[in-house]
Structures are given as C-alpha cells and as structure tokens.
C-alpha cells in the first residue's frame, strides 16, 4: 500500500510510519515541522532501513497537496498533522480552528479528486468531553469539549462524518486515542516536546534527568483510589500497531467507523511515577498543587470494539512504557537536537 501520512514527523506519527515501513507499505510524509525535527527522518531510516519520502509543508496548501498526490497514487491517508497544546488552544482559538480543520477539508477535497477512499484520523479521548460514567465506549456521547483544541477534534469527526454521508463509497477511521506514552525500544524516537512539557511522562523524564527541579502533582483530592487524576497510558508502539490495524481493516470495508485505542486499564499520577522510580532505579521528587482547570478526576477506555473488530489489542505495559519513555529521554536529553 501506498500511504500518506500527514503530521509524520511527530511523535505518534513518527511510531507510526516505522510501523508502516516494516511492514513493507510505502510511506509519503507530510509535515511543516512546526513541531518536529527533520532529524526524525534520519532516526526512522536507522531502525527501518529505509528513508520515507519526504515534503515539508502544510496540510492545508492545496496547491502542494495536489502536486504530491499527482505523483503518488495514494491507497490511503493516515491524517496526524494538527496542533495540540491545550492550553495554547484556549489563549489563540482562531490558530487552531484555522490549522486543524482546514486541513482536514482540503485534504478530503483533494482526496476525492484524486479518488483516494481510505482516511484514517488521529482523533482523541478528548471528544467525549467531561464523561458521566467509565470506562468509555464508542457509544458514549461526545462533544462539551473544554478547550478549542478539543473541539477541533470533534469537529474534525463531525466533518469526516457528514463527508462520509455524501459518499458512501469511502472509508474512514476515527481513532479515539487515549494517552500515548513510552518510545520506540530502541531509543531513537520518541516524544520531544518544545519547552516545558504539558504532559505526565515527558514531564516526568525530564525531572529524571536533571532539567526540572521536581514533578508537580495536578491534585491528590480526587475521587480515586490516591486522590491523583487517573489516566488510560497506552504504549506509543501499541498504538501505531493500531493504526496498521485499521488500515488492513478498511481494505475490505466502506463507511465511517470509530475505535477507541487504549489499554482499558486506568492508572493513578502516583502510580505512574512509582512504575517509572521501579523500572528504572531513578527517584522523582515531587510536589502536590491545586487541580489542574479543565482536568477530570478519571479517564480510561473500553477498548472491546478495536480488540474485536481490529484484532488488535495493546500488548506492552506500563513497565515498558516507563523504561522506553527514559531510554529515549537519557539518550536524548536535549531531544532530537542532542
Ligand atoms: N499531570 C500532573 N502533572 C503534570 C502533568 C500532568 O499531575 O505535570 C496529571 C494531570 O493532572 C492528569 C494526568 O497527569 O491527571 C495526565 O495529564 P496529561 O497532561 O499527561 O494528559 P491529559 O489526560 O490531561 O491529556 C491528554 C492529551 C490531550 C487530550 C486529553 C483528553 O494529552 O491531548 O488527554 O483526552 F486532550
């Protein structure tokens, strides 16, 4: 297969395209490296033997779009590239809307010109909102998301959704992830967020390696188990693996279909600190501070629909993420620009 992966140079997308290239499909990355290095193509090259073709640019610029689809006959679309700072999509809303659903519009636009019917979108657990009950399932209401970032995705859902309406013939895949960490096992790809980390385990590496004084805890008085906000970590490898799931999925179906990606286990802050002290024989000193705004005390998946409909399910524990997550940090402490 021949596939474009847009936003292939980040951090899922990255996982995800060596996923591809062992498995012998023929990869085309788009990506404007608005957050990403080109460093990331040399890494994939190593582990996989082989160099995905690569353009730098935006989704969004039809002209470009369309000048590559003209020379690769595309199979399908795997659609990464978005922004995705929550808090940065709550001071500049405009930035977000404009990036993240213009290029899902011109991407299906130039889609259907080229007669390309195979999209798979990166989507989030953030669509369902503030949820009423746990563990998630495919059917639980979405949308009340609580920052444009989030909304964007349910938009971008609600776009694909509708799209599909008009044209029965396509195929698309919403994939629901919850929260990805860990890295690639050996140690050349992984997560490099600019400046100060918004998410647990980047946040927690970086502690580990000297460059943050200590951990904050975002709440302990929450109605968990340790008062700490619970959260569905899946293994960034797993869920690439989901993503080659779904594309050998829609070889042989139509229509508009939506899976979560998670383990279906939830994990406390304190939990997942403790797994990372255990596993690599580090110490994380921390310090509790009031919640977060716009956090939910619990979140964590029901992953039975992808596991039967996929075949797949997400096989490395928590214990791997922890020693991969600082195997990349330690060999890259200053990311890909070490
Ligand atoms: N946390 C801390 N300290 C930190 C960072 C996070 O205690 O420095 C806590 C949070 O309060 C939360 C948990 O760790 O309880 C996980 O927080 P993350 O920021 O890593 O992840 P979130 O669940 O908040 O966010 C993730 C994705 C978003 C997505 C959201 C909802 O990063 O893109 O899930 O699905 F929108």
Redesign the pocket.
Known sequence: MRVLVTGGAGYIGSHTVVELLLQKQEVVIIDDLSNAKEEVLRRIQTITGKTPIFYRGQVQDEALLTSIFKVHPFDAVIHFAGY?A?GESVEKPLKYFENNLLSTIVLLRVMEQFNVKKLVFSS???VYGTPTKMPLTEADPIGGTTNP??AT?FMNELIIKDYCVAHPEMAATMLRY??PIGAHPTGLIGEDPQGI?????P?ITQVAIGKRPH?????NDYPTRDG????DYIHVVDLALGHVASLEKMQHAAGYVVYNLGTGKGTS?LELVHAFETANQVSIPLQIQP??SG?IAE?YADCTKSNRELGWVATRTLVDACRDSWKWQSKNPSGYES
């Open positions: 995705k929550v989030s657990a953030t970032y989030g995705k919850f929260n980390p918004n998410n647990l385990m946040f951990l904050n805890v975002f709440g700490t906000g619970i959260r802050v919640r977060r956090d979140n």
